[in-house]
């Protein structure tokens, strides 16, 4: 017999490390007499198993961890030249581009859109967000956020830093937002909004502008591993740690 069920932690973050989470047990057959002995025996046998886990991952996410090599494109080792023979005259050596054609718009810039949705109130979204020991907590890295407009801020053990520019609790991120990567004096445009449709449901709408195709060492991977960040490493570890999946 095959009996479905789920296991859900409301709530982790490193300013828990030393407490036992919150774990809940569902079972689809929790009515039938062989659902509730099920229940009860994972209750007692799986959950002491899940709660070791638990602790093991947030004491974790409290010491921090590296994820900058997830988000960077490292500088490439240059290529010592090899000279065939004499030359009288030394030309530059062309280098043959194999990226795929520019879209129009700004020239050398994109711009980023996404569209989260969230079980939660679209205050708690903003509060992670601007709250450093959490982002330390669901990425596994070090970050420095201030709280005002004006402020600076540190993500991802210092490969991305930045200034505030607008901010509305529960409504409005504004952000000047920059990779270390990136070429002197270049600065993007985060905008990030929050509506709350209905009561515990909360949409982030991203606008990310300006975003450089190229790296300072003309990696042309820019714009996809930033979407990749926003997505994988920020929105999706903030719906898998905290718990707000829909």
Sequence with gaps: MKIEGQVHIPYLADENADEDPEIKVKVKEDRTEIGKRLKEAFVEKGVPIVKEKVRVYVQSMAKGGPCKEELEVKKPKAEPSKVTGPSKETRPIKEVSTAAPKKEGKKGFKKITLK?????????????????????????????????????????????????????????????????????????????????????????????????????????????????GWRDLIFGRIRAVFGFGM
């Excluded at 210092?158 to 200034?163: F, L, N, Q, R």
């Excluded at 515990?200 to 990310?208: A, D, E, P, Q, Y």
């Excluded at 060492?217 to 990749?228: D, H, I, L, M, P």
């Design 116 to 228: 989260e949705k969230y079980n939660c109130r679209a205050k708690d979204l903003f509060e992670i967000l601007m709250d450093e020991n959490r982002w330390k907590g669901f990425t596994q890295s070090n970050a420095k956020i201030s709280k005002e407009v004006g402020g600076e801020f540190s993500l991802f053990d210092g490969s991305i830093t930045g200034t505030n520019l607008e901010l509305e609790d529960g409504k409005l991120i504004a952000q000047k937002w920059r990779f270390g990567n990136w070429a002197d004096g270049i600065y993007s445009t985060v905008r990030i909004t929050f509506d709350e449709p209905e009561s515990g449901v909360t949409v982030i709408n991203l606008v990310h502008t300006e975003v450089p195709e190229e790296d300072r060492y003309g990696n042309a991977t820019v714009v996809e591993n930033t979407e990749r």
